[in-house]
């Protein structure tokens, strides 16, 4: 092989080359930050791009997907002066790569930090109790002072969320006996109120059974007294035909006669009942006051007897 085909040879080598570093291909959901002679020129997006070698290069490849974090564990104290031993995770997007090149040496470290001592911060002024029950306010805490600080590395901090609370366990077993304690509470006053209501419930059916009884009775004398009104009325009103009609037969013919008749009757019939009730036979003083009764009567039979 001679000289000249050699040198061919390798001039093509070298366009090849050239070629492969003149062409960038960018995938998806990435950004690659272009330098010219070590100064920022552009960025390139997703696709086909071209860069001059030797001239320019591929300084920074960022990925624009969302990028979970987590966040290390680290020991905070509370308010009420309580170790809480804290740990979360981070989710951001980088969102500028031109600042995420040249903002901060390492952006994902400097999130990290600031996640850290924003937390111990928040936590520090809230006692423990709230630390459990203030989660979502913890978090949106966290997540708007990083936001405004991520601003000028190119980041987008999307949400923080706590992965673990853990207390010591001297807190942890104090916190189980009020837990229990309060539990207990709970039963207690349940059990109490199960009680009362039985006693309203039982106190309010004897008073309706009450009222119930009385009301019944309260009918039923209504209806005996009712009842007897209406026996009197009928009685009444039976007497009064009676009556009516024994003056109806005294104002007719023959009545008064009649009447006498009856009197004298009753009067003979009354002397005869004390004769047979005892020995002793007490007479009136005037006993032709019998015999005139006794006459009369005669004399209203037979006027009667003789009338057709």
Not at 184 to 211: D, V, Y
Request: charged share 20%; proline share 4%; glycine share 6%.
């Amino acid at each position: 092989m001679n000289p000249s085909t050699i040198f061919l040879i390798v001039l093509v080598v070298l366009a090849l080359l050239v070629v492969i570093k003149a062409i960038a291909i960018v995938p998806q959901q990435h950004a690659w930050v272009v330098e010219r002679l070590g100064k920022f020129d552009r960025v390139l997006s997703p696709g086909a791009g071209f860069v001059i070698p030797f001239i320019e290069r591929v300084s920074y490849k960022h990925s624009l997907k969302e990028i979970p974090l987590d966040v290390p564990s680290q020991v905070c104290i509370t308010r009420d002066n309580t170790q809480l031993q804290v740990d979360g995770v981070l989710y951001f997007q980088v969102t500028d790569p031109m600042r995420a090149s040249y903002g901060s040496s390492n952006y994902i470290i400097a999130i990290t930090q600031l996640a850290q001592t924003t937390l111990r911060s928040v936590i520090g002024k809230m006692e423990l109790d709230r630390t459990f029950e203030e989660r979502d306010f913890i978090n949106s805490t966290i997540v708007s002072a990083l936001d405004e600080a991520a601003l000028n590395w190119g980041v987008k901090v999307l949400r923080y969320e706590i992965k673990d609370l853990t207390p010591p366990n001297e807190i942890l077993r104090a916190m189980q006996a009020q837990i229990t304690a309060e539990r207990e509470k709970r039963a207690l006053i349940a059990a109490s109120e199960g009680r009362r209501q039985e006693q309203i419930n039982i106190a309010t059916g004897e008073r309706e059974a009450f009222i119930a009884r009385s009301e019944g009775e309260k009918q039923a004398q209504i209806n005996q007294a009712q009842g007897e009104a209406a026996a009197v009325l009928a009685i009444a009103e039976a007497t009064a035909t009676a009556i009516k009609q024994v003056g109806a037969a005294v104002s007719g013919p023959g009545g008064m006669e009649a009447v006498n008749l009856r009197v004298a009757e009753q009067y003979v019939d009354a002397f005869a009942n004390v004769a047979k009730e005892g020995n002793t036979l007490i007479l009136p003083s005037n006993l032709s006051d019998v015999g005139g009764l006794v006459a009369s009567a005669l004399a209203v039979v037979k006027g009667t007897q003789i009338k057709p």
